[in-house]
């Protein structure tokens, strides 16, 4: 995870993405996708983790065998939409720790303000992987990377489905410790700030809440 941006170009990525995108894809149907796409963006974030080995019994014999070093990983959900990516993980990554952070934007002054938060102990030893389906002016992103190292979490890596250029300037300027993974980097921000081409309101088509 050296570079601060990763797009993931996996063809299944892809595929699932534009299925995704469709406007015509059923609530069902995008919730499942973004379940199945998850995971995928979750092998790429999760690449470089560290392993330690420890001496197991194989039917056959004794070995040192590869295994995760350290504290369980810490997955953090960005409320709402951030859940969607979080479920799919979870599958991958059963015992890792959970955490929420809720935001919402001040219609005056368009800024983030916070109205839950609720993380792991222990950040500073765990890598911390936050999720958020879009990364769009990036301000509550980088709110959330805030709260979370002023709990203590020292290695971060933010992983979201897609991606405006401006959300991810913004994040480098404010974060650029934290490496992003996306499955895409869209063209801008449309002037009521979401992602163009994009998908709608991520967390809008994955509960039917239009």
Same mark, same amino acid.
Do not use: W
């Given at each position: 995870?050296?570079?601060?941006?990763?797009?993931?170009?996996?063809?299944?990525?892809?595929?699932?993405?534009?299925?995704?995108?469709?406007?015509?894809?059923?609530t069902s149907v995008f919730r499942q996708l973004l379940r199945e796409i998850s995971l995928l963006l979750a092998y790429e974030v999760t690449r470089e983790l560290e392993l330690t080995t420890e001496r197991i019994e194989t039917p056959l014999e004794p070995m040192d065998a590869p295994v995760l070093m350290g504290k369980k990983l810490a997955l953090v959900s960005i409320l709402r939409a951030g859940n969607g990516l979080l479920d799919g993980i979870l599958e991958l990554i059963p015992q890792?720790?959970?955490?929420?952070?809720g935001l919402y934007r001040d219609e005056a002054t368009l800024k983030p303000v916070q109205y839950y938060f609720k993380v792991p102990e222990a950040l500073d030893e765990r890598v911390t992987i936050v999720v958020d389906p879009m990364l769009a002016t990036g301000n509550?992103?980088? =709110?959330? @990377? %805030?709260?979370?190292?002023?709990?203590?979490?020292?290695?971060i890596r933010f992983l979201c489905l897609l991606a405006a250029p401006e959300g991810v300037a913004?994040?480098?300027?404010?974060?650029?410790?934290?490496?992003?993974?996306? =499955?895409? @980097? %869209?063209s801008r921000l449309n002037e009521k700030g979401y992602i163009v081409p994009g998908l709608g309101d991520a967390g809008d088509r994955m509960y039917g809440t239009k």
């Amino acid at each position: 995870m050296s570079e601060h941006l990763t797009v993931v170009d996996h063809p299944l990525v892809q595929h699932k993405l534009t299925l995704m995108r469709r406007k015509e894809t059923a609530t069902s149907v995008f919730r499942q996708l973004l379940r199945e796409i998850s995971l995928l963006l979750a092998y790429e974030v999760t690449r470089e983790l560290e392993l330690t080995t420890e001496r197991i019994e194989t039917p056959l014999e004794p070995m040192d065998a590869p295994v995760l070093m350290g504290k369980k990983l810490a997955l953090v959900s960005i409320l709402r939409a951030g859940n969607g990516l979080l479920d799919g993980i979870l599958e991958l990554i059963p015992q890792a720790r959970v955490g929420f952070v809720g935001l919402y934007r001040d219609e005056a002054t368009l800024k983030p303000v916070q109205y839950y938060f609720k993380v792991p102990e222990a950040l500073d030893e765990r890598v911390t992987i936050v999720v958020d389906p879009m990364l769009a002016t990036g301000n509550s992103s980088v =709110a959330a @990377v %805030d709260l979370l190292k002023k709990a203590g979490a020292r290695n971060i890596r933010f992983l979201c489905l897609l991606a405006a250029p401006e959300g991810v300037a913004r994040m480098k300027e404010a974060h650029p410790d934290v490496p992003i993974v996306t =499955a895409s @980097v %869209d063209s801008r921000l449309n002037e009521k700030g979401y992602i163009v081409p994009g998908l709608g309101d991520a967390g809008d088509r994955m509960y039917g809440t239009k």
